[in-house]
């Protein structure tokens, strides 16, 4: 079993709607978790990091952790065309590296 | 900038060929790692270093050797390369010294057949 899970997709939402992507992991003493954007051909980039339970919200992204479920999603409301990427779901394990999904493809249909 | 160059961007080799993958970083980033990134897999640990002269394996380290003799060069050698190791290679790093606490920079990434 991958470390982390994620929900497969391709997603596709249309423009102003919300994408929901989620994410579970199986190590529960994974302690801090992320989600990275990547657009085809470029490199991760960093758009969210939690670390305790409930809901952090940045700008238009929204990343939920339940840790009892072992569960962290990441929303994104009132999708723009250039939300169109893949997000990367990482958990930090106990020996401190850095375990990534699979990613989920989201595009955004104008 | 996340202060990461990674070189060559883009290299076809042969199959028993050594292959060296350079990855520099001018932001004192402690933490610095390797990734290959696979459809249907996505970025898999090669290998980590936490500080010059430390290094450590990852989930796929077999087939590679890293060095760190100075901070900012952080090379991946792939002594005698396969067609399994066709890949895109992201080197990542860590700013500051507090620890891995996770958040990375990466590079832009090498592209590398091997035929």
């Known amino acids: 079993q991958k470390e982390v899970e994620q929900n497969s997709g391709p997603l596709s939402v249309p423009e102003g709607a919300i994408a929901s992507l989620n994410c579970t992991y199986s190590d529960r003493v994974s302690q801090s978790f992320f989600w990275y954007r990547q657009y085809s051909g470029k490199s991760p980039e960093l758009i969210m990091s939690?670390?305790?339970?409930g809901d952090k919200e940045d700008g238009r992204f929204t990343a939920q952790l339940n840790k009892a479920s072992q569960y962290v999603s990441l929303l994104i409301r009132d999708s723009q065309p250039s939300d169109s990427a893949t997000y990367l779901c990482a958990a930090r394990l106990p020996d401190y590296k850095l375990s990534f999904g699979a990613g989920t493809t989201v595009t955004v249909r104008a | 900038d996340a202060g990461i160059t990674q070189s060559p961007r883009y290299k076809i080799t042969e199959t028993g060929r050594q292959v060296t993958l350079m990855c520099h970083q001018t932001w004192s980033h402690s933490y610095m790692f390797w990734y290959r990134q696979d459809l249907g897999h996505g970025l898999r640990l090669i290998y980590y270093s936490a500080a010059a002269d430390i290094t450590d394996k990852g989930e796929v380290p077999d087939g590679y050797v890293v060095s760190r003799s100075k901070t900012e060069n952080f090379p991946l050698t792939l002594e005698s390369a396969t067609r399994s190791q066709t890949s895109v290679y992201f080197c990542a790093g860590q700013p500051g010294t507090s620890g891995n606490t996770g958040e990375l920079f990466f590079g832009e990434g090498s592209r590398l057949t091997v035929l």
């Open positions: 939690i670390y305790s339970n």
